[in-house]
């Protein structure tokens, strides 16, 4: 096939250009960390004590705007005295495929977890705290995954581009270890609920998020493949003009599957899957696909560029291990468990 005969993808991976906004006065940056503390203080010493505790009662919002407005402008005024670094203008302002489609991963997740958390008879608040969770693990493993399985060297010589997040680097792998933690570490503070239990749950609202981000990586042109002459290769004229594989829809089409296999085990126990059986089958089915479509992949670590495996090959191989471990050794599938352990 002639190059011509395969779809060509340059997607400006901008969806919403709002521009720049100029501010009518500077604001001083030094200012709004000061006026963060005044709030903090300000709360303490207005907030109304709770009745035989020493925790305070929520303040009533009225006030509590008045306390942000009040410490805004003192932190301003302060530093129209003291040196500070100051804006006038806020922008370029765009809003971008992917970072849409990762906060609407998100707001799925949020819902469809409520959804679970209902169906068990827990309280849908627990969600929210939940998430804050996987949130901060999400983009705090994503991030020192791709720093410490992909390019270490570089950022072991530059480690302020660490926090250099909008630069790009994030490690879907990261991101697993980070969640796992966060879930133990959420669910050893609730007397009530199993890791397992938990990690049932959240692994189908993961899948269908993977989706959700892979297409985001397409609107971006990355995480793409090796040339090929498949008749579905894409060719990505971002980065040149060969047809390559998009890897990147496999693995969207790949967490769409494993979202449609979870759920369907979810309803055919009535909402309460043996306990780890989610996760088992998660781990296995989504990271064995993985392994193989990594074949299909550019080598995103140039250090492994003459490794047997790529890097994301040999971090799925753990997990695919304790996912069989899990749906043969663990997972009682003659019986469904109390949904509190």
């Known amino acids: ?15 919403i250009d709002l521009g720049t906004f100029h501010l009518p006065f500077p604001i001083y940056l030094y ?21 035989g505790s020493q925790e305070k009662s929520e303040m009533p919002p009225l006030k509590f705007t008045g306390l942000v407005a009040g410490s ?25 495929w992917y970072s849409m489609l990762f906060a609407g991963s998100f707001i799925v997740g949020i819902w ?18 939940l998430f804050m969770y996987v949130i901060i693990a999400t983009v705090v493993g994503a991030r020192l995954g791709h720093v410490l399985f992909y390019d270490p060297s570089f950022y072991f010589r530059y480690p302020f581009q660490i926090l250099a997040v909008w630069n790009g680097g994030l490690a879907s792998h990261g991101a697993a270890i980070g969640i796992l933690l966060a879930l133990y570490l959420f669910a050893n503070k609730k007397r009530d609920m199993s890791f397992l239990w938990l990690a049932d749950r959240v692994v189908v609202v993961v899948a269908i998020a993977g989706a959700f981000i892979r297409t985001g990586n397409f609107m971006n042109s990355e995480i793409i493949g090796e040339p090929t002459e498949m008749a579905w290769g894409i060719v990505f004229q971002r980065l040149d003009m060969l047809p390559r594989h998009p890897t990147m829809l496999y693995e969207a089409l790949l967490c769409i599957v494993v979202f449609a296999i979870l759920w369907k085990v979810y309803k055919n126990y009535s909402n309460n899957p043996p306990e780890g059986s989610l996760f088992g089958l998660f781990l296995t089915i989504l990271f064995s696909g993985r392994f193989l479509l990594e074949f299909t992949k550019m080598e995103q670590a140039a250090f492994a560029a003459d490794w047997i495996f790529n890097m994301g090959q040999w971090l799925s191989v753990p997990l695919i291990i304790g996912g069989i471990w899990l749906i043969v050794k663990k997972v009682d599938w003659k019986e469904t468990p109390q949904v509190n352990a």
């Open 72 to 96: 805004f402008v003192l932190g301003q005024l302060l530093f129209l005295i003291l040196p500070s670094p100051a804006i006038s203008e806020i922008g370029p302002i765009q809003l971008r």
């Open 31 to 51: 200012g709004i960390f000061a006026a963060l503390v005044f709030i903090y203080f300000g709360y303490q010493w207005l907030a109304p004590d709770e009745k």
């Open 112 to 129: 469809l977890t409520r959804k679970m958390f209902l169906h068990a008879d827990r309280d849908p608040l627990e969600v929210d705290q």
């Open 1 to 15: 096939m002639q190059n011509s005969d395969y779809l060509v993808w340059n997607a400006d991976p901008v969806a």
